[in-house]
């Protein structure tokens, strides 16, 4: 079993709809959450983190925690084709600097 | 200050060669990640440092893999006796290393390295 899963997609959403991405993990010992954009021939770029159980917002993106279920998903509001790239989710856990990512979900947000 | 930073872009090497992959990482960040990246799937860890010493070693695949950081700041990657195998998008990040388990991690540009 994977430590943290996500669908590859691609995920087809129409411009100006909202978008969700999920995750699952494996490690109940996991405390940090990030999810990472990234485009095609790029490196990763930070969106947003969350910690605790529940939502968090920040502009069009929120993110949700549920720690009993082991997963976060990541919501994006108003898509844009400018949103079309692939995302990436990341543990973390205490004690450790190690993060380990899943394989990414592709986004295509369609015009 | 500047974002990190990797040299070169982009290198070609043969099969068998050694190859050197350079990290800058940004000013004050005490803690640095290399990560290797294959079409299709996400960063795979490789090694983490704090400070000038190498805390957590297990994402190197085999002894061919061999990082150095001996001030603490920048960082070289070095891949011996390359493979096939080997080719993919190198990954360097860096985190201000307060919080374990929760850092954020800021990463460079990468190296694309090709074995032929």
Redesign the interface.
């Known amino acids: 079993q994977k430590e943290?899963e996500?669908n590859?997609g691609p995920l087809s959403v129409p411009e100006g709809a909202i978008a969700s991405l999920n995750c699952t993990y494996s490690d109940r010992g996991?405390?940090?959450f990030?999810w990472?954009r990234q485009y095609s021939g790029?490196?990763?770029?930070?969106i947003m983190?969350i910690?605790s159980n529940g939502d968090k917002e920040d502009g069009r993106f929120t993110a949700q925690l549920n720690k009993a279920s082991q997963y976060v998903s990541l919501l994006i509001r108003d898509s844009q084709p400018s949103d079309s790239a692939t995302y990436?989710c990341?543990v973390?856990?205490?004690?450790?600097?190690?993060?380990?990512?899943?394989?990414?979900t592709r986004l295509k947000v369609l015009a | 200050g500047a974002g990190v930073s990797q040299t070169p872009s982009n290198k070609v090497t043969e099969k068998g060669k050694y190859v050197e992959l350079r990290c800058d990482p940004i000013s004050g960040h005490t803690?640095l990640?290399w990560?290797r990246q294959s079409l299709?799937?996400?960063?795979?860890?490789l090694i983490?440092f704090?400070g000038t010493g190498a805390?957590?070693d297990?994402?190197l695949p085999n002894d061919r893999f061999f990082a150095v950081r001996p001030e603490g700041s920048v960082s070289t990657l070095k891949i011996q006796r390359t493979e096939r195998g080997d080719s993919a998008v190198y990954?360097c990040a860096s985190?201000p290393?307060k919080?374990?388990?929760?850092?954020?991690?800021?990463?460079?540009?990468?190296t694309r390295l090709t074995v032929l």
């Open positions: 943290v996500q590859s996991s405390q940090s990030f990472y790029k490196s990763p770029e930070l983190f910690y990436l990341a973390g856990t205490s004690g450790t600097y190690k993060y380990i990512f899943g394989t990414g | 803690a990640y990560y299709g799937q996400g960063p795979e860890f983490y704090q805390a957590d297990s994402g990954l985190s290393g919080t374990s388990g929760g850092d954020t991690q800021y990463f460079g540009p990468g």
